[in-house]
């Protein structure tokens, strides 16, 4: 059978679709997810209640569905129509923001657009004809064209994936020759080498817990100790149970770094101590300044 040219092989056998409903789903499936949607879920490829959804998905951190129609040959606008209202109604019922209609029918521009402005608060996405084929028609996506279509790679189609397999190739060696010249930079920045034993390493998640545990105990212990005074002085109470178990965790404090390690301090050695316990909090997901103790 000789092929047609100029990439209408494609375009006709998509049109002529003989293989149903599940591959079409699945189909569409790889299509989106190399166009940038993502958490793809076809919901009944096999056949069943979908729930006005022919596929789940989200594309930029927002939750959409998809609609898939594959029918063999050209429909009417209308009938393309019905099919795209009838799944885009699964927009609200399963809370989405954005609405996919991936087909194989050849629709006009006109027509494209009545589409996708069937609802003005929703976005809409439209993967028709021309579009599947000239997706399918690029060198990254001739292995799933064959799949899908029986449709084998001409002499010119070989020459241009060999092309960009360079070209992906060129960029991975000046990915790692960046790379290698950044690392000797940082190498020369902080004197390593052969004969130098310093390098800075990352703390592990240990070290750091452990340290917001101590910078907490002793701003803890800081302010136990400014109320301990007040109630001493007869300024402020506090409720006797309480001031009980007070008084016992600032014991421990004492015991696990050493009354001679907690204070008194000076200015900038408790500016140092809350400013160590902010940094460290802001590492582990807090807020700056988060200094609750």
Not at 25 to 49: K, M, T, V, Y
Not at 106 to 135: C, F, G, P, W
Request: net charge negative.
């Amino acid at each position: 059978m000789t092929r047609r040219a100029e990439g209408k092989e494609t375009w006709h056998r998509l049109l002529e679709w003989d293989r149903g409903q599940a591959s079409a789903e699945r189909l569409a499936a790889i299509i989106l997810n190399s166009d940038g949607f993502q958490d793809i879920d076809p919901s009944h490829p096999l056949g069943g209640r979908d729930g006005l959804k022919d596929l789940l998905l989200s594309f930029n951190g927002c939750n959409w569905i998809g609609g898939v129609y594959f029918p063999r040959g050209q429909k009417s606008f209308s009938e393309i129509k019905e099919k795209f209202k009838h799944d885009f109604d699964g927009v609200s019922q399963n809370g989405a923001s954005g609405f996919v209609f991936v087909t194989n029918q050849e629709l006009r521009l006109s027509e494209r657009k009545e589409l996708s402005e069937n609802d003005t608060q929703v976005d809409v996405k439209i993967y028709h004809l021309e579009r599947m084929a000239s997706i399918l028609n690029t060198p990254i996506h001739y292995g799933v064209r064959l799949d899908f279509l029986d449709i084998d790679m001409t002499k010119e189609e070989q020459l241009a994936l060999f092309a960009v397999k360079d070209q992906k190739m060129t960029r991975i060696e000046n990915a790692l020759e960046k790379f290698s010249i950044d690392l000797e930079n940082y190498k020369v920045i902080h004197r390593i080498n052969e004969n130098d034993d310093f390098e800075d390493n990352p703390r592990s998640m240990e070290e750091i817990t452990n340290a917001e545990d101590e910078f907490f105990d002793k701003v803890w212990f800081d302010r136990h100790l400014g109320l301990k005074y007040r109630i001493e002085q007869g300024q402020t109470t506090a409720e006797p149970e309480i001031w009980e178990g007070a008084l016992t965790s600032a014991q421990k404090v004492v015991e696990k770094y050493g009354e001679e390690n907690l204070g008194p301090y000076s200015d900038f050695e408790w500016g140092m101590i809350n400013g160590k316990l902010s940094a460290i909090r802001w590492v582990l997901g807090s807020e700056w300044d988060m200094l609750d103790s």
